[in-house]
């Protein structure tokens, strides 16, 4: 009789590493070596945009929400996801907007937002690369 305890089974890690790697090495290609870039991305795309079930207006509501209340932190926090939804839906200026407010809660703690928002236009035409490459498109072509 088993009753379930002890360790769960294990995926194989090989295969996921395998599969993390070789979309990792992609982005890294899609930058063109340009590691700032590179940092940038890998921080804020979401690997599997179909996955975002929340509307963006209701992100940008609760971040406008929490900037009112004067809570700082979770207003930055909705604006990074806002930004992550308008890169992967291709929205330069809403990669602009949403990381700029993102910007100005965080200061200097995160240089991947000035890297997004001094070069956005490359950002979003590399997430729609790699989106369209990974099967994970929501970018309309």
Known sequence: MKLGFGKPKQKDPVLETNAESLMANRLKELCGGDADLFGAMSRLMFLDPKKITTPLDHV??????????????????????????????????????????????????????????????????????????????????
């Open 60 to 141: 940008v509501g609760d971040a406008q929400t929490f900037e009112a209340q004067g809570n700082r932190l979770r207003a930055e926090v909705g604006y990074r996801i806002a930004g992550g939804i308008a890169l992967s839906k291709g929205d330069v200026n809403g990669v602009k907007t949403y990381f700029e407010k993102a910007a100005s809660f965080a200061g200097d703690s995160r240089p991947e937002y000035q890297v997004i928002l001094k070069r956005s236009t490359e950002a979003v035409n590399i997430a729609r690369k790699y989106y369209d490459e990974f099967g994970s498109v929501t970018i309309p072509s």
